[in-house]
């Protein structure tokens, strides 16, 4: 059986979730759920990031106590991930007792094995980004992501001898050129490992920090978050068992945005390999959400709450809108006006117009009574079936390479080749002719049938719009019926249920309503 292991990255939990961390959510759920329609086994794994500087600040300025604070911001961003659907099999916490004793096992090899060693140092600390940074990695003296100035450290620390597997992770890269993709994230790594990548700080004196994981052979430290985060993703395979693990871990793929690039590139991989783990499968990077061309930030008051989506458009059609106007890999920007126009144009017109019409039809002729298939079919009736198929050999091939809008766009074909075969083959006009009939009702089957795959095909991207579908025709949930050949799934006597409007209409101010759609 082919399997699949997809991690979403930890999310700090200084911040509510917002666009940003929905957008992984959406994809990686979006592949967990059509990998498990595929008949994959399918772990998926989520959770938040709980130690390091930036959270103990922010529970300080919440004036809590760290746990209590985590505890809370924890269960939040659960609460979010369950109200939106995502489909994760486990919710891991960095502050759960089996990640905090299996990074405190994971520590204790790689010093036993003399890969981690205790020396002085003094280097540039940005807080923001919890590392040091080299003057070559500043830009202007400050740190490229915070535009602040780091501060110059000086104090004696545990350090991880990543520079000793630079090599062997080059030629990782080199031999499998897919191991991180899209290719230009790849391309920043190979660049990485071109210069001296150094050894890694991965401990912190409990004199300027304690919320963080003890180091397990000296009490006046705590780890690194990243060296204690990363490990998150074999941690939670480790506690649902050695057999999830053997399993599983060869099969990660991992999701991330690019700005954690050199964590999951360079020190994971390096740290896999010094606790004598084999590597991860791939490493899947995708771009950055602005918000109407801004970047996302509170000060700003633009970030975009998942939640709020839910409430103004309903989830599928936030899904809808990631997924359809983001190329994988690249930045995007969010802008309300493009997802009305998306909304209105693909959803309510293409999509929902359909559904309502077939449905209608079919109530208003027949009763809601699906009628049989003649043994002749004419040209149209086999160049909708055969749309239909190609688009769902489209679909798999465009999934395997992450490219979910063009994935959606082979669904769209699809959609709009069955509104042009009910303009094609009219049985608004042909029911008027009563020895017409019968070619009426076998023009409503073909469309019956084009719904039934839509909802199979739909499902990993909106599955509430999916769901809908299947009890419009009256299917029962969990049934394979996609597997069906088309023609052969509905029995002549299979009662579908009354016309449902499915996206209503978003009404736009008049100059902003596209006269085309
Ligand atoms: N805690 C670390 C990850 C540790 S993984 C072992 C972290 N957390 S985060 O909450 O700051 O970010 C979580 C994810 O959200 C990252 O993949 C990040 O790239 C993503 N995004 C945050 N803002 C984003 C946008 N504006 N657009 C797209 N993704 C962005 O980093």
Known sequence: MERIYITSPLYYVNAEPHLGSAYTMVITDTLARYYRAHGWETFYLTGTDEHGDKIAQAAAEARMDPKAFTDQVSTTFR????????????????????????????????????DIYFDRYSGLYCFGCERFYTPKELRDGKCPDHLTEPKLIEEENYFFRMSKYQDRLLRHLEEHPDFIRPENFRNEVLAMLREPIGDLCISRPKSRLTWG?????????VTYVWFDALINYVSALKYKGEE?????????????????????????????MAAGLPLYKHLNVHGFWTVEGQKMSKSLGNVISPLAMKEKVGLDAFRYFLLRESVFGQDADFREESLTTRYNADLAN????????????????????????????????QELRDRFRQSEEELSGHMAQLQFHRALEAVWAAIDQANRYIVQTSPFVLIKDPAKRGRVGEILHHLLEAL???????????????KEIKDLLNLSEGASDHQS?????????????PPKALFPRIELPAELDDPQS
């Open 213 to 221: 994981i003890e180091i397990p052979f000296d009490q006046r430290y």
């Open 244 to 272: 999830a693990f053997q399993k599983f871990w060869s099969e990660a793929e991992h999701f991330i945005g690019k700005d954690i690039l050199k964590p999951h590139g360079v020190f994971w991989p390096t740290m896999l």
């Open 79 to 114: 609460a979010a991930w369950d109200t939106c659907g995502f489909t994760y099999d486990h919710f891991i916490r960095t502050t759960d007792a089996y990640h905090i004793r299996y990074v405190q096992e994971l520590l204790t090899k790689v010093h036993t094995t003399g």
């Open 452 to 466: 039934r795959m839509l909802s199979h095909m739909l499902a990993p991207f909106l599955p509430e719009t999916s």
């Open 350 to 381: 293409n999509l929902g117009n359909l559904i309502s019409r077939v449905l209608a039809m079919e109530e208003k002729y027949f009763d809601g009574v699906v009628q049989p298939l003649g043994q002749m079919w004419a040209k149209e009736d």
């Open 485 to 497: 050949p088309w023609g052969s799934f509905f029995m002549p006597d299979h009662k579908i249920k």
